[in-house]
């Protein structure tokens, strides 16, 4: 990946290799970063010959720290503001956007509010609502983070920020006012297509976020659900993600 100068606190990475072709933007989850992508990003870039662009959002990764202060219901709307901004600063038109949980969120709220420059969706274990399940899954992930090594684990990644963005996530989701959280609004405005990949044993969501979903967009969506996987596909199936990623690229 070559690396790009931060952008507004952001550290970007931008694997070109393939001129005129579309990019593919990675958006990572609610504890992850660059860094955790491995190499798939550069794998599925390669089997469709695209682009590809890797970002760690505010508070993650090698960006720099998130705004101080309690986080608002509304912060995957406000980087979904900072995606099309980045984009804007790139000169970006052909976009497909491949999220990951917070990140599959924020891809579907960037192509509801700002549909020209994207070309198609994938998103991965989103979230268009919150369920009990997913609260449970974070309150497990609450216990983990005072009882295993999760805390050493994380800060291989993100460092001194580590604490921050884990109580953001964890404090953000368990909030009572966060608890009619939801952006199925913005689903009737995303014309482009859109695969949505779901772990049938997912520890965060049920099949309902995929078929709420589908049942909202606008334009051709289709879904690929993977029996006895959880909340991570791209890392627990990669080779199932990763087809199915390429042939829904490829079809574009």
Request: proline residues 6%.
């Amino acid at each position: 990946m070559d690396d790009l100068s931060l952008f507004n606190g952001l550290s970007v990475h931008h694997y070109k290799k393939y001129p005129g072709r579309p990019v593919i933007v990675f958006l990572h989850d609610s504890l992850g970063c660059t860094a955790l992508w491995r190499d798939f990003p550069q794998q599925l870039a390669d089997a469709t010959q695209c682009n590809a662009l890797i970002y760690d959002r505010l508070g993650y990764g090698l960006s720099a720290p998130m705004p101080a202060g309690e986080r608002p219901v509304s912060y995957m709307e406000t980087e979904a503001d900072v995606l099309y901004a980045l984009l804007t600063h790139l000169e970006m038109d052909q976009v497909v956007l491949f999220g990951h949980s917070d990140g599959g969120s924020i891809a579907l709220i960037t192509a509801g509010k700002y549909p020209e420059p994207i070309k198609a969706v994938i998103c991965e274990a989103a979230h268009i609502f919150v369920e009990e399940i997913t609260l449970k899954g974070i309150r497990d992930a609450m216990h983990a983070y005072q009882t295993t090594t999760l805390p050493h684990r994380l800060q291989k990644y993100h460092g001194d920020k580590t604490d921050t963005l884990f109580r953001a996530w964890t404090e953000t989701w368990t909030r009572s006012d966060f608890r009619d959280w939801n952006i199925e609004h913005f689903l009737p405005a995303i014309t482009c297509p859109l695969l949505f990949i779901q772990g049938e044993a997912d520890e965060y969501g049920t099949l309902a976020q995929v078929e709420r979903t589908l049942s909202q967009v606008s334009g051709k969506a289709v879904q690929c659900i993977i029996p006895d996987i959880g909340h991570t596909p791209h890392k627990e199936a990669p080779a199932l993600t990763l087809g199915a990623a390429k042939t829904f690229i490829k079809k574009l």
